[in-house]
């Protein structure tokens, strides 16, 4: 028992000094909380020593599994893995999203911890002692769950400790979360509505790259038309209220606009769909991002009367799965009015080279390397010049939409790495919230 302590306190020191080289982690911002948490992740190594080999073999998938997303992490954001990571992967559920970061960030220094941990659990360092490394885990997650009301999620430690940090932290949060209905709206319109309102919301488009505002490259030439023909009211750069997706989306459909938001008003405000149903309209929300429900909390499906997950569009090749819903949407629409629709476009999240045909690449060369701006843009410019005038072109010019006005935004914008950044967006700097956001009509529409 002694020599296995002495060995796990060696090996978490050892791991803290290849991290603080390797991820030059910032021990000069620690708190208590981070030294605390020191002695926490040592009980994890020192209970898998002692441990029965079946709880091995799961201590040591739960070590690389916390390697692989902490050092994720660390190479896209220069941060540990937190809650907020957590809640993100799990609730919108894109698989193609989660393969491409992941792809993206694969750091080949995760490899030595990982092979230095599996020596170590072969070790015979002491006859297995079940009820002993079961009550050390126990403490270990006792010690982490009583840090959770006092302390922030992001204060740096070993990657071992915020891996398990974030797990709990992440029961905390769903735990102490408010989950009462939102605010009802009393008022209900008196007529019905006689034209439809179609809300995009895109994925990771950024304004200044669509030469409808000016950029120098043509990606947007049929937006630039219907803007000519007076069908298109362009109202330039929005900023999101958030840099990734889930909570800009959830912002948007309360229509808060204020962050940080400490009691959680964006679940409680009623939502565009309340808002809709008070008026009279048929609610739908068209998704091609995922077959699940994420939108909101889980009393905001009452108010959407019918959902379309992306199961509804499924297409090959899967980059075309925008221009599907166009055409669903549009026929859906063919000779009715009086539809409220929300509309969560695939967009053009990273990697741009998975949104477009390669013979179509305008601009070359095309890669998604971070220390190459110039490709990077290509790839950008290249993925958005295919889907988003396609898209429209397949929406207006089908001849089924009738009297329908469309305000098209984007849940925030993209780095592009134009300062070195590694990561694309969910880091919080300006240059990532600056989305295109305009209005059109279909165009023989009345608006
Ligand atoms: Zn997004």
């Known amino acids: 028992m002694l020599i296995s302590s002495i060995i796990a306190a060696i090996f978490i020191f050892g791991l803290t000094i290849y991290e603080r080289w390797r991820w030059r982690v910032d021990y000069q911002q ?57 809640i993100t992967i799990f609730t919108p559920l894109d698989l193609e999203i989660g393969h491409d970061a992941m792809s993206m960030y694969f750091d080949r220094w995760l490899l030595p911890p990982i092979i230095a941990y599996f020596i170590l659990l072969t070790l015979p360092l002491a006859p297995p002692q079940p009820l002993y490394a079961n009550l050390i885990l126990l403490a270990m997650l006792i010690g982490h769950a009583m840090l959770y009301p006092v302390s922030s999620p992001t204060f740096p430690t070993v990657s ?46 950024r304004a200044d790259h669509l030469s409808l505002n000016g950029y120098h490259r043509p990606t947007t030439p049929y937006l630039e038309s219907l803007a000519q023909r007076g069908l298109l009211y362009n109202w330039g750069m929005a900023m999101a209220c958030a840099p990734c997706s889930l909570l800009s989306n959830n ?11 400490p009691d959680f008003q964006h679940k409680k405000w009623p939502t565009l769909f309340q808002y809709a149903k008070a008026m009279g ?39 075309d799965i925008d221009f599907t819903l166009a055409r669903q949407l549009a026929t859906h629409l063919s000779e009715s009015t009086g539809h409220f629709i929300w509309v969560n476009k695939r967009g053009l999240h990273f990697d741009y080279n998975s949104h477009y045909p390669a013979p179509q690449a305008t601009w070359t060369p095309t890669q998604f390397d ?15 010049r295919y889907n988003l005038d396609t898209f429209f072109q397949t929406l207006l010019e089908s001849n089924l939409l009738q009297n329908s006005t469309i305000i098209y935004t984007s849940d925030h914008s993209q780095t592009l790495s134009e ?9 919080g700097q300006p240059n990532e919230l600056g989305c295109a956001t305009f209005h059109a009509y279909r165009p023989t529409a009345t608006p």
């Not at 190459?372 to 410019?381: G, L, M």
């Open 251 to 261: 912002l948007l459909l309360c229509g808060l606009h204020q962050l940080p938001d």
């Open 30 to 86: 620690a708190t208590w909380q981070t030294w605390l948490t020191f002695p926490l992740a040592l009980c994890y190594v020192w209970a898998s020593l002692i441990a029965p080999w079946w709880l091995k073999i799961i201590m040591a998938l739960i070590f690389t599994l916390a390697i692989l997303t902490d050092y994720g992490y660390r190479a896209a954001f220069q941060r540990p893995f937190t809650p907020q990571d957590i």
């Open 160 to 205: 071992m400790a915020s891996f398990c940090r974030a797990l709990i932290f992440t029961l905390g949060e769903l735990m102490t979360e408010d989950n009462s209905p939102r605010q009802p709206l009393t008022f209900r319109a008196e007529t019905a509505p006689r034209h439809n309102i179609i809300f995009i919301v895109d994925e990771s488009v």
């Open 370 to 384: 971070p220390k190459n701006q110039a490709t990077i843009a290509n790839s950008y410019d290249n993925a958005l």
């Open 419 to 427: 300062h070195g950044e590694t990561w694309t967006h969910c880091y």
């Open 281 to 319: 309209y048929q609610t739908h929300w068209f998704n091609a991002t995922s077959n699940q429900f994420w939108l909101g909390t889980r009393h905001d499906k009452q108010h959407v009367d019918h959902w379309w997950p992306r199961s509804a569009f499924q297409t090959e090749p899967r980059y």
